[in-house]
C-alpha cells in the first residue's frame, strides 16, 4: 500500500533526489521548499508521515514542527539538517519530532526509519473515525477539532455521525430525519438545516466543510490546499 508522504525541503536538488528515491519505495510524496506553505498544508490536510528540514525559508522547520505538533500530536515526523551538533538534535526532539537525521545521509537509511516511524505511529480504535483534523468517538458520543472537545448537543452529534459514516457520499436530509426520528421525537427538515448550520461553525477550524448539494442534500468533505510544487 502507497504510504502518502510529505516533504518540506528547501534544497530543489535533494528533494528531486529525495522524491525520487521514495516513489521507488512506495511512498506517494508531496514536496513544498517553503516554512509558511508547508505549515499551512500539514494544518488541513493528512499524511501519513513528515519529512522536514530545519532550514526552510519563510518559517524554520522547529517553528512548523512546533505548530504542527499542538494539533497532530500523533503525525510521524522526522527532521533533516545540516547540524548535527548535540544542541540541535535536542531542540529538534523536544519541538516534538520523533525522529533525526542529519545531512548528509544515505536514503536507505532514511527509508528504514520512515518504515520505523510509521511501525510505531499510533493506530486509531475502531470506534474511532478522522477526517482533516476532525475526530469523532462513536463508543465514547464525543468528538474534537484540533484535539480540542467539541461543544456538541445530541443532534448535532448524531448528525455528524451520520455525515461522518457517509464521507464523501451525498446524505439526503430525509435520511437525516430517518435516523433522528429514532430518538422517539419528530423532526423536520428546517430542523435539519438548523443543525447543519450550528455544526459547520463548529467544524470550520478542523478544516472539514459541509456541502450542500442542490436538490439532493449534504456532503462532509475535506478541505484540501494543494502544494504549489507539488509536481516538481
Not at 510529505?6 to 530543489?12: G, H, I, N, S, Y
Not at 477526517?131 to 464525543?142: E, M, S, T
Request: charged share 25%; aromatic share 4%; proline share 3%.
Amino acid at each position: 500500500m502507497t504510504t502518502k508522504l510529505f516533504l518540506a525541503e528547501d534544497d530543489l536538488i535533494l528533494a528531486d533526489a529525495l522524491k525520487s528515491s521514495l516513489s521507488q519505495a512506495d511512498f506517494q510524496c508531496d514536496c513544498v521548499n517553503d516554512g509558511a506553505l508547508a505549515l499551512q498544508i500539514l494544518l488541513h490536510n493528512d499524511y501519513d508521515a513528515v519529512v522536514l528540514d530545519i532550514g526552510l525559508p519563510n518559517m524554520d522547520g522547529l517553528t512548523v514542527l512546533r505548530n504542527v505538533r499542538q494539533h497532530k500530536p500523533s503525525l510521524p515526523i522526522l527532521i533533516l539538517t545540516a547540524l548535527d551538533g548535540l544542541e540541535e538534535r535536542v531542540a529538534g526532539l523536544d519541538a516534538g519530532a520523533d525522529d533525526y537525521l542529519a545531512k548528509p545521509f544515505e536514503f536507505s537509511e532514511l527509508e528504514a526509519r520512515l518504515r520505523a516511524l510509521l511501525r510505531r505511529s499510533q493506530i486509531l480504535p475502531q470506534s474511532v473515525q478522522q477526517l482533516g483534523n476532525l475526530r469523532l468517538d462513536r463508543a465514547g458520543q464525543r468528538a474534537w477539532c484540533n484535539d480540542t472537545p467539541l461543544d456538541l448537543s445530541a443532534r448535532e452529534l448524531t448528525v455528524l455521525e451520520i455525515l461522518m459514516s457517509n464521507i464523501d457520499r451525498v446524505v439526503t436530509k430525509e435520511q437525516i430525519v430517518s435516523e433522528l426520528g429514532n430518538e422517539n421525537a419528530e423532526v423536520g427538515l428546517n430542523a435539519i438545516e438548523v443543525y447543519v448550520h450550528r455544526l459547520r461553525k463548529k467544524l470550520d477550524p478542523a478544516g472539514v466543510v459541509i456541502r450542500t448539494i442542490r436538490g439532493l442534500g449534504y456532503l462532509l468533505e475535506k478541505q484540501q490546499i494543494i502544494p504549489a510544487d507539488a509536481n516538481n
